[in-house]
Each structure stands twice: as C-alpha cells, then as structure tokens.
C-alpha cells in the first residue's frame, strides 16, 4: 500500500459477511482465524478464509486475519502452525497484539499492530514500526493532534497509520481493562470480555454521598468519525478501520457503504489521493448510520475532550423519535407520528423511556393505519400491553429497528465493478480480443475463425459490440469497446461468446498474477530499545516468547500479564480517557475561574457500586486520565487453572532479570 493510497478497513464476522463487505466497498477486511482472534464466537475455517480471499483479491482488496489474543505458552506452536495455514490460505497480513509471536519461526507474513497494544506516543510507535509491523492502529482516544505527531516520528514508506473512524467505544484504552477477568475470569485479552462497561453503576463520593445513581457511567456512545475524515488523512491517517466483528450482516453492508461513498467524494476532491483497492461500487439503497443499532454518536477525543461522550442513560439503542402515544388500549397503543410521511411496518422495534430513564423496548406484531386520521397508526404488540411500564399518553416513541431497511439489507444492494476497454482485431487466423482494465493490466484471446461477410454490416457490428460488452456476470463492466477491423465480419454468436470468456479468464489471472504478496517488515538491526527498561502487568506478558522479545529490546523488569494471577491487591483494572468526574462536571479545571467554586472541587476518588460490586476511581489529572482500581475475586483466583508463566516462578523484585 502506497502512502497515497486510502484503505476502507470492514469487520466480518464470518467470510460471507466479509465478501458482502468487498462487494459494497472494501479496500480490505480483517476477520478472525479458527482461533486466537480475541473474540469468542467469531472463529472462521480455513476453507472459509481462503473463499474470502479468493473474493477480495477479484478486486486487489486484502484480508487481514486477527491473531490478537495473549498467548500461554502451550498455545504457541498452535498458533505457529496457524499462521503458516493461513499464509497458504493466501491472507495478506495478521493482526498480532502477543509480542511473543514475533520470535517465532513465522512465514514472511506482514504483521500489523493490534488496538490492544496501546499505541499513544510516538515512541511506542515508533518502536513497533522497528520492530518489523507495518500497520499501527492507534487508540481511539488520540486528538488529530497527537496522531499528526505519531506520523511525524514514523516513516510513511515503512508503516500505515490505521485509526478506528465507525463503531462501539471501549472506555478503557484498548488491552488496558481486566475488570471482566477479575469479577469473572473471562479476559478481554483473550477475547471474553463480559462488558462491565455496560452496567448500572451507583456513584458515591468520598464522603458516601450518592452523586449519580443507576447511571451506566463507563458507557460510551458509539465512534462516528464521518466529519473527521478530511482532518485525519491529513494528520496521517491512511487506513481506516470500521469496528464490528461481531455485528451482523446489515451493519457491515450499510456501514461499509457509507464510508466508501464519503471517501469516494474525498477521492474527487482530491486527485493526488486514490483508493487501496480497484472497481466502482453502487449501492441500491442510501446509507444511514443511524439505521443500525447505535448508543447516538460521538467523535471521541478526536477534536478534544468533550463533555457528551457517554451514553450514561442506557447502553441500548435509543433509536430516532418518530412521535408520541395518543391512546393506550387494552390490545394496542395509538401513535401520533412526526411526519404523516412515516410509515410503520410490521414487526418494527420501538422504545421509549419510562419514568426513571430506563429504555423499554417495544416489539410491533401488527401496525394498522388509523381510518381517516393521516400520521395516526395503531400498534400491536409482540407482548402483553400490561407489560409496559409508564407507557401513557404524550409518551415520545423512538423506532430503533424498520423492518423495511432490514429487508432491503437482505437482498443484494450493491455492484462493484472493474472498468475495462475491449478491443477487437482481426488477425491472420481470425480475429483477437483485448481487454484491458481500468488499471492498466491487459490480456488477451484469439480465435481461428475464417472470414465471412454479414448480410448486413451494420446489424452485425452492433451485435459485435452488444455481446463483448456482455460482462454482467463477471467484475467487469465495458468502458468503450473498440472495433479495429478493416472489414465487417460475421460472427457465429457462440464462437464470440467463447472468445469473451476466455478473455475475461485471461484478464482474471493477469490481474491475480500482478497483485504483489504484502511484505513482511524487517526488523530493526541491532534491536531497537524499547521506550521503558521496567513492565508491569499492564504489557500483558504471558509467555515466555514475549518475555524474550522485550528482554531482546532491553526491558530489565518484566512482569507478568494479568491473567497470570500475580497481582492479588488492588490494582487498576481500567485505564480510560473518559473521566466520571468531567461527565458530571465535578472536575477541578472546570471550577477554576468560577467564583466561589474556585479550590473546593478536588479530584478525590469515587466509588463505583453495581450490587456486591464496588470499584474504586481515582484520577490522575495530569494527564487526564482515570483509573478503575479493584482487585481480583478470590473465586476467580480458586477456579484458575491457568497458571502458564515459566520465565520466573516468584513475583519479579526491583532487580534487574538475567
């Protein structure tokens, strides 16, 4: 990938999502392998992953495989072997968060950075870069700024700045959370995250004072960078990567397409850019973020901190307000809605807020216009009326599901295609076709035919050129077809037929045969040191591998990973960028100034309370950020049988490790 190019980076949870995503727009895909893909539930086969391939490289699309759990020991030569399958599989590159894979005996595979290794600076970055990855996928909580400055330190010749632009918000930085893997034993860092996120938290401050209550205070909207696209791609950004590998197929086809129609109007914009991959896609539907489920949107920290970021009354999806209850029956509710333009559909999914703010769905059986009265409809339910809390009149209705989108989404939306010129010569022994595509790879079919005059010239030129224009059925689509003969020939239609199709075969290969292999790499010689010469739990060390890799690059105090149990007190088990204290407006840089205010807000702990749950969250305002500190339960610790570490068998001292 060139530094000019621009790469749409789709989720896929399974290689027929991950075509459909190629088909509406795709520069690449990255989905997860059999195993080791750090996300349960979202495994595909080999055979599964070499169709996908087979599809995307049609187009010079890439597949990217996630390799991005943290490994135990045993399960390197698994993963060793793996990664050789899927390099014969034909995958362009893995996603690898495990240090420990890179001093394996891998294949020459192009490895890139995954989120979870916490890229924030430019010397992590440029550390990673040296170490032989090429793409480097940034934390989603970077300003335009920071990420201006990464690039400045990275060569744009050996590394692609990727960055998240659509999709759910981790609050955590990204392999900085082990909440789950305290309370449960599921670790996120092994793709079994149990969302504490989501939940309901009690807020009380130091003084047992209920500050927030039953608020989802470490849920965030959802990533939308829609805005921002022209800002990151001059901050560097080159690839750019839709979150979603457990979202379903309707997510990634509307998503997928409306992002590719943004860049395309960027690529007219501005012609010293081009896209990653080849063809034109179009669309039978007009894309709508606001269509799949989302928590409403927000872009981040990209342009700065912001108090609006969290979806602190539901992590649910709240939908579009489309009016208001009239009437509630014993069978059916009356809706007034906004617009006497919108219609509902049978099985739509409607919500509204009770009165303590909680979303309560509710699933349409049947909606029935009312006779007479325009933008009036009644509405049945899937369940029992009685059922709905603090539905009355003058209740606001939301629609978050339209089960008409859901059924255009079901059927095929999109073409992409691949421009091509034919050319048709006569030869000594017949005649050649040529075609050659919109970049640049020609190739070509001959057929022995002897000459034979048309009963009518005209007529058969027009035939010529309607069946070597026939290409409905392939990638390809006819730009200009060119008729270089020196004399109207009579073509029997089966014999042209074949020769188009041994063309377009001609012009597959040659394309297939023109896609350069993605190249691994290189490391840094001698090894680059790493930015610390100390590691804590937070690195995520859970092999031996790894150990070694960070102890090659100078690390003297290496710890282990999270997950191997040693950390029993209380330690951060998050560590995010959003800050509670900001979101209520209890943070002391927005008292400063205000008069009598001024120096009594200090940012004393709080304390996060879901049932038996309690967390603690202190604040480090310095670099304005917030630590979930708890510990692991004795449960989790009693049920572990995992206990893979061999580098040391006691707890590291200060003292350096020989």
């Given at each position: 990938m060139l530094p000019h190019q621009l790469e749409l980076l789709s989720p896929a949870r399974t290689a027929d999502i991950g075509i459909e995503a190629i088909h509406h727009g795709a520069d690449a895909v990255y989905i997860g392998g059999p195993s080791f893909g750090a996300r349960t539930s979202a495994d595909n086969s080999l055979a599964d992953i070499a169709r996908l391939v087979k599809e995307a490289h049609r187009f010079h699309s890439r597949?990217?495989?996630?390799?991005?759990?943290?490994?135990?020991?045993?399960?390197?030569?698994?993963?060793?072997?793996?990664?050789?399958?899927?390099?014969?599989?034909?995958?362009?590159?893995?996603?690898?968060q495990d240090m420990g894979l890179l001093e394996l005996d891998l294949p020459p595979i192009q490895l890139h950075a995954s989120t979870q290794c916490d890229i924030r600076t430019p010397e992590k970055a440029r550390f990673l870069q040296d170490a032989g990855l090429t793409h480097l996928v940034l934390a989603r909580e970077l300003t335009l700024q920071q990420i201006a400055a990464i690039r400045a330190a990275t060569d744009e010749q050996r590394t692609i700045i990727e960055y998240f632009i659509h999709g759910a918000l981790c609050v955590a930085y990204s392999g900085q959370c082990f909440i789950s893997h305290a309370h449960t034993g599921r670790s996120a860092n092994r793709g079994d995250c149990s969302q504490a996120c989501r939940l309901p938290y009690e807020v009380k401050d130091s003084q047992g004072r209920i500050v927030a209550h039953d608020k989802h205070v470490l849920s965030m909207k959802d990533n939308n960078q829609s805005d921002n696209l022209r800002a990151l791609i001059d901050a560097g950004v080159r690839c750019f990567k839709i979150e979603g590998r457990y979202k379903d197929l309707a997510y990634v086809k509307n998503i997928t397409a409306h992002y590719r129609k943004l860049f395309d109007e960027i690529l007219e914009e501005r012609p010293e850019l081009a896209r990653a991959s080849s063809g034109h896609t179009t669309f039978s539907f007009t894309p709508d973020p606001d269509q799949n489920f989302n928590r409403e949107f927000t872009d981040y920290f990209t342009n700065g901190r912001k108090d609006d970021i969290g979806a602190f009354d539901t992590p649910k999806n709240p939908g579009r307000s489309i009016g208001w209850v009239t009437r509630v029956a014993a069978d059916h509710v009356e809706i007034e809605t906004e617009s006497p333009e919108t219609v509902l559909h049978n099985g739509d999914?409607?919500?509204?807020?009770?009165?303590?703010?909680?979303?309560?769905?509710?699933?349409?059986?049947?909606?029935?216009p009312v006779v007479g009265a325009i933008g009036r409809w009644k509405v049945f339910p899937k369940d029992p009326m009685a059922g709905f809390k603090d539905l009355r009149k003058g209740?606001?209705?939301?629609?978050?599901?339209?089960?008409?989108?859901?059924?255009?989404?079901?059927?095929?939306?999109?073409?992409?295609?691949?421009?091509v010129w034919p050319h048709l010569s006569e030869t000594a022994e017949?005649?050649?076709?040529?075609?050659?595509?919109?970049?640049?790879?020609?190739?070509?079919?001959?057929?022995?035919?002897?000459?034979?005059?048309?009963?009518?010239?005209?007529?058969?030129?027009?035939k010529l050129r309607e069946s070597l224009?026939?290409?409905?059925?392939?990638?390809?689509?006819?730009?200009?077809?060119?008729l270089a003969l020196p004399r109207p020939w009579f073509v029997p239609a089966s014999q042209l037929n074949a020769l188009r199709r041994e063309a377009v075969a001609a012009l597959q290969q040659a394309r297939l045969d023109a896609l350069p292999r993605l190249v691994r790499s290189p490391a840094a010689e001698p090894p680059t040191p790493y930015p610390e010469d100390t590691l804590s739990y937070l690195a995520n060390v859970f092999n031996q591998k790894a150990r070694d890799f960070y102890a090659k690059h100078g690390v003297k105090v290496i710890?282990?990973?999270?997950?191997?149990?040693?950390?029993?007190?209380?330690?951060?088990?998050?560590?995010?960028?959003?800050?509670?204290?900001?979101?209520?407006?209890?943070?002391?840089k927005q008292a400063k100034g205000v008069t009598g205010v001024q120096g009594t807000v200090r940012a004393e702990p709080l304390q996060l309370i879901n049932g038996k749950e309690k967390l603690t969250l202190r604040f480090d305002c310095k670099p304005c950020e917030m630590h979930v500190v708890g510990k692991i339960k004795r449960s989790v610790l009693n049920a572990a049988a995992e206990r893979p570490l061999t580098f040391y068998r006691t707890r590291p001292s200060a003292t350096p490790v020989h």
């Open positions: 597949i990217f495989v996630t390799v991005n759990t943290i490994l135990r020991d045993d399960e390197l030569e698994p993963a060793r072997q793996l990664i050789h399958q899927l390099y014969d599989a034909g995958v362009d590159a893995l996603i690898v999914g409607l919500c509204y807020l009770d009165l303590q703010k909680e979303l309560v769905g509710l699933q349409t059986n049947r909606c029935e209740t606001q209705v939301n629609r978050n599901r339209d089960m008409n989108w859901v059924r255009t989404l079901e059927k095929k939306s999109s073409d992409r295609r691949i421009g017949g005649l050649q076709l040529q075609l050659t595509d919109e970049d640049g790879h020609s190739a070509s079919a001959t057929l022995a035919l002897e000459w034979q005059a048309p009963k009518d010239a005209a007529q058969a030129e027009a224009g026939r290409l409905g059925d392939t990638e390809f689509e006819p730009i200009e077809t060119q710890a282990a990973a999270y997950e191997s149990h040693e950390e029993e007190g209380e330690v951060s088990l998050m560590i995010t960028k959003h800050c509670v204290r900001f979101s209520l407006s209890l943070c002391p």
